[in-house]
């Protein structure tokens, strides 16, 4: 199971950097071929032809800049949640004001991308379902656990044997979310 989590967590990575390279390439390939259309305007000047409209390229442009700031967006949630996700459950259970906290702003981010988007729709399911989640996250506190209370619990989420509450991080619990909301 925690191969499994590990690879969903792998697979979100990796379709962020996919993401983010696809759109950067994009970016400099169109570079090109604005500097070859400025080129091609220059020379219809020349030989005092008529420009041809370049419309579709501004829109082109625009759409490309949107798209890259969507997935550098993607990319500041990410690296802000692996801080959260690395820190040990029994330390940050008594801060889960920070997760919260965590998704208040990118609440408030996510509302100012477009609306449109699949990363602003990704995050908005995401969000939503952690929020919800965030009250249940509340009772998995572990005080006064004993090693069947948390072996109960590893077993009730789905998180693989030979796991310890002190091993156990805030990645470790956020994976989980939804098998705690179901539970």
Known sequence: QK??????????VDAQEKGLK?????????????TAGKEL??????????????NVVNDI???????DAMWTEYEKFET???ELRAEDWLTFLSRLYRFEDFLKGWNEQAS???AGGVVTKYLAKTIG???TATSMLKVVRGEGYLTEHWNEMFRLL?????????KLTFGDILEKAAALTAK
Do not use: N
């Open 3 to 12: 191969l499994k989590d590990a690879g969903a967590l792998k697979s979100r």
């Open 22 to 34: 696809f759109v950067r390439e994009k970016i400099a390939e169109f570079a090109d071929l604005r």
């Open 41 to 54: 305007q220059e020379r219809c000047e020349y030989f005092r032809v008529s420009i041809p409209e370049m």
């Open 61 to 67: 442009d625009v759409d490309l800049r949107a798209h």
């Open 80 to 82: 802000a949640l692996d």
């Open 112 to 114: 100012l991308m477009d």
């Open 129 to 131: 379902d952690w929020s």
């Open 158 to 166: 789905g998180i693989p044997k030979g796991m310890t509450s002190d």
